[in-house]
Nanobody, 124 residues
Framework: QVQLVESGGGLVQAGGSLRLSCAAS????????MGWFRQAPGKAREFVAA????????QLADSVKDRFTISRDNAKNTVYLQMNSLKPEDTAVYSC?????????????????WGQGTQVTVSS
């Protein structure tokens, strides 16, 4: 059974940092591109970051490009999202997803597996 389990969310003040983790099991992790997505209350889920299976290709949404970093450790079957200089508008449920390619992650046209999500709340 495939599982993606996010952790690291919480409450932080504006300007602070958080590091999210997504631990995968039940799949050949190194064969999948991985992504982070977020959904704020009343809004559609949006793409945040993507990373290729090898970690050699990364893409970030324009809204987070200068503040967030995505990375992965295939030995630990884990993908990370380092979030710095957090803003109140970053408040959302953050989920990870696994897909065949970075393009699929970015366009969300065929995410194979989803995690349940972790809440991130940024206070002003």
């Amino acid at each position: 059974q495939v599982q993606l389990v996010e952790s690291g969310g919480g409450l932080v003040q504006a300007g602070g940092s958080l590091r999210l983790s997504c631990a995968a099991s039940g799949l050949t992790f190194s064969s999948y591109a991985m992504g982070w997505f977020r959904q704020a209350p009343g809004k559609a889920r949006e793409f945040v970051a993507a990373i290729s299976w090898s970690g050699g290709i990364t893409q970030l949404a324009d809204s987070v490009k200068d503040r967030f970093t995505i990375s992965r450790d295939n030995a630990k079957n884990t993908v990370y999202l380092q979030m710095n200089s957090l803003k109140p508008e970053d408040t959302a449920v953050y989920s990870c997803g696994a897909a065949a390619t970075v393009t699929v992650v970015i366009t969300r046209t065929g995410i194979t597996y989803w995690g349940q999500g972790t809440q991130v709340t940024v206070s002003s």
